[in-house]
């Protein structure tokens, strides 16, 4: 078995849409990024190739490449659960926290967890999701923009 940790944050922008965890969220304001900016996505996905020793998204989906403008992190979350399967990984199971004062989430996280799982190809019991705020303390605070933190757990196909 191996453990992984993921990080990512995003401002938050007019003129898009929130997108958490595969989920359009109705907020004002949006992510702004490359793909479709799912902050908590790219944190699973920097966790479970950490823990395979893969790398990190930036490698694997570069800014600024045409073919990843716009695209859906679930997408691009099923291509790195297909390059764990390729190196002989499968996902034991994933532990995450989203930091925002705004908007709340907690109506969204079974939404979320039944997304990314689909992604993943594990079961929705092995996605956890909590959220939090900064306590009006720095960008977070500040509804500047949105952060992610994500453990993996990745364990030997072969076992």
Known sequence: MRVGIGYDVHSLVPGRKLVLGGVDIPFDKGLG??????VLAH????ALLGA???GDIGTHFPPG????????SMVLLNRVRHMLIEKGWEVENIDSVVVAEK????DFVNKMRRKL???LGIDMER???????SEKMGFAGR???IAAYAVALIKSASE
Do not use: C, N, R
Not at 43 to 46: N, V
Not at 65 to 72: A, E, V
Not at 103 to 106: L, M, S, Y
Not at 127 to 133: C, E, G, N, Q, Y
């Open 33 to 38: 990024g490359w793909s479709d900016a799912d």
């Open 43 to 46: 944190a699973i996905m920097d």
């Open 52 to 54: 395979a020793a893969l």
């Open 65 to 72: 490449d045409p073919q990843y403008k716009g695209i859906s």
């Open 103 to 106: 908007p709340k989430i907690k």
């Open 117 to 119: 799982s689909e992604s």
């Open 127 to 133: 996605v956890s999701i909590k959220a939090t705020t």
């Open 143 to 145: 509804g500047e923009g």
